[in-house]
Antibody, heavy 121, light 106 residues
Framework: QITLKESGPTLVKPTQTLTLTCTFS??????????VGWIRQPPGKALEWLAS???????RYSPSLKSRLTITKDTSKNQVVLTMTNMDPVDTATYFC?????????????WGQGTLVTVSS | DIQMTQSPPTLSASVGDTVTITCRAS??????LAWYQQKPGKAPRLLIY???SLESGVPSRFSGSGSGTEFTLTISSLQPDDFATYHC????????FGQGTKLEIK
């Protein structure tokens, strides 16, 4: 049974760096074709893909946010970590991590519950 | 960037109706399209992938079609549990979502 759960701060100040952790179980990020993605959703707005980490250590970033994002993995802890620099109030959103199945599917069939991050001074 | 445009933004329907939601891509994405259902305060749920493949466990009243730039999600015989927001997502070039269609009870 695949599960994912996001963790991190609920409140960050403008210009600070956000670090979110996705802790997963029920699959291995070493399995060929598997990926973990980060997707966010501002209140009342559309979903936006941010970044993905793949089984072969490939990483992809949203072109519009690439300069602010870093995605890494900790295999021993079954975690994928997303950092986003220079946070702004427009980055207030629910942040989800999600599993993309093999073979390198790039849609997401299991999602975490999401974590709401508010950016405010 | 590939832009995804969903229509209508809001759709009112009754239990038992059949409804169709459209998603248009700004350029051809072949069949690299997924549909999700989302309820308030919850994560999206995958319904359809590769434009027309039904995800395991999803009721057969959900169906998807299309290729290239125009796609549809059809829900037959609406059930009370189907009233939610529906999102399309392309995964041809990077990954982008439509703005969502809210399906409301008439």
């Amino acid at each position: 049974q695949i599960t994912l759960k996001e963790s991190g701060p609920t409140l960050v100040k403008p210009t600070q760096t956000l670090t979110l952790t996705c802790t997963f179980s029920g699959f291995s990020l070493s399995t060929s074709g598997v990926g973990v993605g980060w997707i966010r959703q501002p209140p009342g707005k559309a979903l936006e893909w941010l970044a993905s980490f793949y089984w072969d250590d490939d990483k992809r970033y949203s072109p519009s946010l690439k300069s602010r994002l870093t995605i890494t993995k900790d295999t021993s802890k079954n975690q994928v970590v997303l950092t986003m620099t220079n946070m702004d109030p427009v980055d207030t959103a629910t942040y989800f991590c999600a599993h993309s199945p093999p073979p390198f599917s790039n849609y997401w069939n299991y999602w975490g519950q999401g974590t709401l991050v508010t950016v405010s001074s | 960037d590939i832009q995804m445009t969903q229509s209508p933004p809001t759709l009112s329907a009754s239990v038992g109706d059949t409804v169709t939601i459209t998603c248009r891509a700004s350029q051809s994405i072949s069949s690299w399209l997924a549909w999700y259902q989302q309820k308030p305060g919850k994560a999206p749920r995958l319904l359809i992938y590769k434009a027309s493949s039904l995800e395991s466990g999803v009721p057969s009243r959900f169906s998807g079609s299309g290729s290239g730039t125009e796609f549809t999600l059809t829900i037959s015989s609406l059930q009370p549990d189907d009233f939610a927001t529906y999102h399309c997502q392309q995964y041809h070039t990077y990954y982008t979502f439509g703005q969502g269609t809210k399906l409301e009870i008439k």
